[in-house]
């Protein structure tokens, strides 16, 4: 039911048992590893909302008959279904969404009816639920858009490069604006390239690190898209799962021990970047993989991916600041542990 590797130093200090969560998207990869925590460390309530679109129930199917976990089947684009899977609970992580930037080019108006109506949904009904404690949702790297410079701070974005990025900035904007008109205060993680466990390489839309996963255990060349030279701040989806859970609680270590935020020091919409702070090129992460796999193999470089940024990487300093939050693992331990795990999907 638990990797052994993942979730073994509890981010939180709060008695969970107390509280219902609202996991959306929780059959998906970064969904499903915040569930694999909740419920490892004894949650009252795990409900995840998620249409199956893009994830998997094998991703939850181990944690469904648990009395603490339910599962609905729905679509965040139905108000209603939002406004029933939102009743009761204490906390909401909104990660439903369709990802991909090639997936948003193809198809446009699907990922706007998903990512931005959909989040408007679940906004809406988590404003009209005055038990929520908070709600933290899945924001994006893409929001920094042509914005050259480096690192990647909050308050300095450019233009989207992609209908993907502009759904995940319009996600941004509603929030903002909830905020100042309803006095609803969420925190947004703008995920910078997750990586981990329960991320499948098997989708026409998959992310470059399952998709390498895949052909180093096959035994096969992977493609690049350029010259390999593109960066990213690849983040482990643990971090990811720590952020989700610091942002929720807001619960921060200081030097006299741990406090809780309170909702006064929260007084307005929040964005951070959630990530390691790091910079890797693809070319590196094929000498780690070759590496890992004790194989030489060497890539095929194609074409540039329209709608890419060539480097990205984020200053944590917000994060890190505001939620004590600090990556555990950095992006060669990470990898390590996935190679593995995929290693036995096969
Ligand atoms: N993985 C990354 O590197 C990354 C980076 C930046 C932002 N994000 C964001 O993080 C969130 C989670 O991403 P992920 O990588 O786990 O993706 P994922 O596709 O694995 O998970 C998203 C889940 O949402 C569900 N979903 C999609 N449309 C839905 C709908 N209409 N109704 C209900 N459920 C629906 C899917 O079935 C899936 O289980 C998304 O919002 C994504 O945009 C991810």
């Known amino acids: 039911m638990f990797n052994p590797k993942l979730y073994n130093t509890p981010y939180h200090t709060t008695d969970l048992s107390k509280f219902k969560f609202l996991v959306t998207g929780g059959a998906g990869f970064i969904g499903s590893n915040i569930v694999e925590y909740l419920i490892k460390y004894n949650a009252g309530h795990v409900r995840v909302l998620d249409n199956l679109s893009n994830g998997y129930f094998e991703n939850i199917k181990d944690f469904m008959g648990l009395p603490n976990f339910e ?51 679940i906004l809406t009904a988590v404003k009209d639920a005055p038990d929520i404690k908070r709600m933290v949702y899945a924001a994006s790297s893409s929001t920094y858009g042509d914005s050259a410079a480096l690192p990647k701070v909050e308050g300095n974005e450019g233009n989207p490069l992609s209908p993907y990025a502009v759904t995940k900035l319009v996600n941004e904007l509603y929030a903002d604006v909830y905020s100042k008109v309803y006095g609803l205060h969420t925190i947004g993680l703008r995920y910078f390239n997750v990586f981990g466990p329960k991320q499948n390489p098997n989708n026409p839309y ?140 096969y």
């Not at 939102?86 to 997936?103: N, Y």
């Not at 590496?291 to 940024?309: F, H, M, N, T, W």
């Open 206 to 345: 998959a992310a470059v690190i399952p998709i390498f996963c895949k052909a180093f255990i096959d035994g096969k060349q992977p493609t690049i898209n350029g010259d390999g030279l593109t960066s990213r701040d690849f983040t482990f989806v643990e971090n990811a799962v720590q952020a989700n859970i610091k942002a929720m609680l807001l619960e921060t270590v200081t030097s006299s021990g741990v406090e809780k935020l309170t909702n006064e020091q929260i007084t307005k919409h929040e964005v951070f970047n959630m990530a390691c702070g790091d910079q890797v090129t693809l070319n590196e992460m094929i000498e780690m993989l070759n590496q890992l796999s004790g194989q030489q193999i060497a890539p095929i470089y194609g074409p540039e991916r329209k709608g890419d940024v060539k480097h990205s990487k984020a200053s944590i300093d917000k994060i890190s600041n505001f939620l004590s939050y600090e990556p555990q693992f950095r992006f060669q331990k990470g990898l390590e542990i996935v190679f593995e795990w995929y290693k036995t999907q």
């Open 71 to 121: 599962f609905i089947l729905g679509d965040i684009r139905n108000f209603e279904t939002c406004k029933k899977a939102i009743e009761g609970m204490d906390f909401v992580t909104h990660q439903a969404a369709l990802g991909s930037v090639p997936r948003s080019i193809s198809d446009p108006i699907t990922s706007n009816d998903v990512n931005v109506s959909g989040f408007l949904n």
